[in-house]
Nanobody, 125 residues
Framework: VQLQASGGGLVQAGDSLRLSCAAS????????VGWFRQAPGEEREFVAA????????YYADSVKGRFTISRDNAANTVYLQMNSLTPEDTAVYYC???????????????????WGQGTQVTVSS
C-alpha cells in the first residue's frame, strides 16, 4: 500500500485545513487508517483514526470537537478536516494504515504498517 498525504500549509490561528490521504496499490477495505503528527523535538502522537469497514472514528482528546476524519470509498481517500487550528497543532502530519489494528492499539503508531510521507501544518498566532 502506498499512501500520499497532502493538504498541509501555513495558516493563522482559527483557520481550517483539510488533509487528504490517498491510497494506491490496494484499497482501504478492511483497513484502519490513522493520522498522527509530530512536532519538532516531540514524540509522534495519535490524532485520529477511522475504520474503513463500518466507519467508526477515534480522536485524541486534544482535537476532539475540532477535527473530523472521514473517508471517500470511491476515491479510496481519507480526509482530516481541521478547524479552529491553534499554534499547538503545528506539526508534520502523517497518515498510516494497517489491517491488524484492534481497538486497544488504534492509538499506537507501532501497529501501523504503511505510512505516507507527511505533510507540514504550520499555524501562526
Amino acid at each position: 500500500v502506498q499512501l500520499q498525504a497532502s493538504g498541509g500549509g501555513l495558516v493563522q490561528a482559527g483557520d481550517s485545513l483539510r488533509l487528504s490521504c490517498a491510497a494506491s496499490g490496494r484499497t482501504f477495505s478492511n483497513y484502519c487508517v490513522g493520522w498522527f503528527r509530530q512536532a519538532p523535538g516531540e514524540e509522534r502522537e495519535f490524532v485520529a483514526a477511522i475504520r474503513w469497514s463500518g466507519g467508526n472514528t477515534y480522536y485524541a482528546d486534544s482535537v476532539k470537537g475540532r477535527f473530523t476524519i472521514s473517508r471517500d470509498n470511491a476515491a479510496n481517500t481519507v480526509y482530516l478536516q481541521m478547524n479552529s487550528l491553534t499554534p499547538e497543532d503545528t506539526a508534520v502530519y502523517y497518515c498510516a494504515t494497517s489491517r491488524r489494528i484492534i481497538n486497544s492499539t488504534i492509538r499506537i503508531s507501532q501497529y501501523y504498517d504503511y505510512w505516507g510521507q507527511g505533510t507540514q501544518v504550520t499555524v501562526s498566532s
